[in-house]
Structures are given as C-alpha cells and as structure tokens.
C-alpha cells in the first residue's frame, strides 16, 4: 500500500444544518474495479478533511494485488479522528462496498460511532429545478462551473489501474490519484446547491407581492403576481422549474415566482345545491327563499354541476383548498382559484402560506 497526502487551497465545510465544525468533517470517496465487491477490488480511497490551518488530502492506493485490506484498514483507522463521513452516494454504494469487503477479508468494520451525510440523496429532491440529465457528480459539477483537469470516468480508470499493477509508471499513479482526488472535491465544490434545502425548510421571507401587465400575443394582455423572496441559504447557480400556473428562479440570496392570474370569469359553485334553482337563461342558481318571484316554467332544480354563481376578477390558483371563498371554472375541475384582493396582499401570512403552497406543489 501506499499513501498520499497533500495539501489544497480551499475545502467547502459548509453544509447546511450541519451542526459539525470542519475539523470534525471528512469527506472521502472510494475507486473499484466494479460494483461488486465479491469479484471486484477496492484499490484506491481518497479523504478531504482540515488539519489546523490546513486543508488536505490523503489518498491510500493498493499498489500491489494483495494490499486492498492495508487500504481498507488504514481509512478505516483514519476516521475514527472525525464525526462525520461526507461523501456523494456513499449511502448506495461506497459504505454498503466497504461493509462486505471487510467481511470479505475479515476486517473489524463498524461506521455506528460516525454519523453519514450522502450529499447525492439531499439534492436528488430537487433535480427538476436543475434541468439536469441526471445528478450524477460530475453532471452536477459543470452545472455549478467545476472545472476538473481530469479526464477519466471511474470506468476507464480500470484499465489504467491494472496497467498501472503490470508496469507501475508516475504518468499513471498521476491519473488514478487526481481522478479520486478531484472526486473528493467536487463533493465539496457541490455542497452550496444544498442551499435549496431553504425551500423545504420555509427559511425564506417574501418581501414584495405585486400584480403585472404584460403582453400575451396579438391585442391581448396577461396579468401574473409576482412574489419576492429573502432567501435563508445562497445558491451558487441560477436555478429554475415551473408549471401551468407557477415558475420559480432562486439565485445567490433571491427568490422570485411568477404566478399566471386568471382574469376570466369564474364559477362559485354553492355546496348545498338542492336547496337552490337554476335559472337557464340567466345560467345561474338562486336559493329557493328568493324565487318565489321566478315563473315555474324559467327555473330548474339545480345541480351540483350548475349550482352557481359567476364573478370577474383578479384570481390566483391553487392545488389545494387553502384560501376560501374558491371559484372554478368548471364544476369538476382540481384546480380552484381565489380572489386577489387588497385583504390578501397586504397579509403577510396569507402571502408566506400561499408562497409555501407554490413551491410544495412544484417540488412534490
């Protein structure tokens, strides 16, 4: 075996709600010859963690066939100077390897005394917002601007790994430690995009609401609401999803979600409808109290479809039932709208549930 460490200008130790200081943190991310540690090798762990003043890595590499077990055990007696293991799927892959190789080989293994943070698994929540292909670690990386100066995927490393046990050579030691020690960054490097994590947690402020104008095609106009937000985390990266009815952009401190207005005319659909008539030629329902005055001959028993009243207006969606009273547009419809009104927009609470709405419907 043999072990590498360095130094390095910068490591990323904030995670958010992460109570671990950055001595206590390490990050690390393991190379294998394939996914499955009954016929594959671990050859090659690399760690990022703080030592005083210092931001360093240290890599052990199995230079020889049978020097897998020295690598695990040299990581495995590394961590037990930190609190918590930070890795990018280690939860899928890294760890559960580890565990069956050391039963494989006999090792003492038990990672019970240090916590786990999977990075992969807390951004995986909110891919849509990334318009990613997939989030893998290094999609994620040029996503945020990373730029590595390796080459390599972790498969092609394979190839140079056994060339490297045949005819050991710098120009290929070079190759296998700064693909495991870029990967090691980058987890690091990618860390800010957790900054999202404020959408779920309600840690942002709106701090303006407003209604537009703009145009929406030849002589017509569309009117949208737009909600300004405080954010309680920075995102590195413009970031941005939406729906028929919502879009929401998150940048550095700043939020923003435009929300469609509907300004058409909408349905009230009263709830006891047996207790009203539906008039045809007016097409709405008046209760019964008052139509003693309408002719037998214009009036209908009402039902649940045409049980309404109509009203013009400023409305906004919702998937949920929250604000009342709720208009439709048609009687079977899940999408329900209420007004916006002047009461509305200058409540701070109304605004902050509405606002929670929106962006628990567009990340659910």
Known sequence: MKEFTSTVEEINFYIPDCTFRAEEMLFFDIETTGFSPASTTLYLIGCAYVKGHECCVTQWLADTADSEGDVIRAFLNFTSGFKVLVHYNGSGFDIPYIIKKCRQLDIPCDFSGIQSLDIYKRLQQFKMLFKLENIKQKTVERFIGVKREDKYSGGELIKVYNEYLRDPSEELLSLLLTHNREDVL???????????????????????????????????????????????????????????????????????????????????????????????????????????????????????????????????????????????????????????????????????????????????
């Open 186 to 364: 980058g987890i690091s490097a990618i860390t800010p995009l957790l900054g999202c994590e404020c959408l779920l947690k309600m840690r942002y402020i709106p701090t303006s609401i407003e209604l537009r104008v703009s145009p929406s095609g030849k002589d017509s106009m569309s009117k949208e609401v737009i909600i300004t937000l405080q954010l309680g985390e920075y995102i590195p990266v413009r970031v941005s999803y939406g729906n028929e009815y919502f879009y929401i952009t998150l940048f550095e401190g700043k939020g923003r979600i435009c929300v469609t207005a509907h300004t058409d005319e909408l349905k009230y659909f009263y709830p006891n409808y047996k207790d009203y008539y539906y008039l045809p030629e007016e097409d709405r329902s008046i209760h019964k109290s008052v139509a003693f005055y309408v002719d037998k001959n214009y009036r209908t028993q009402a039902k649940a479809a045409n049980c309404y009243s109509r009203k013009t207006g400023v409305f906004l969606p919702q998937y949920d039932e929250i604000f009342t009273p709720y208009f439709k547009i048609d009687y079977n419809d899940k999408i329900t709208f209420f007004e916006y009104t002047k009461e509305f927009r200058s409540n701070s609470e109304y605004i902050f549930l509405y606002t929670e709405h929106i962006i628990h419907t567009l990340l659910s």
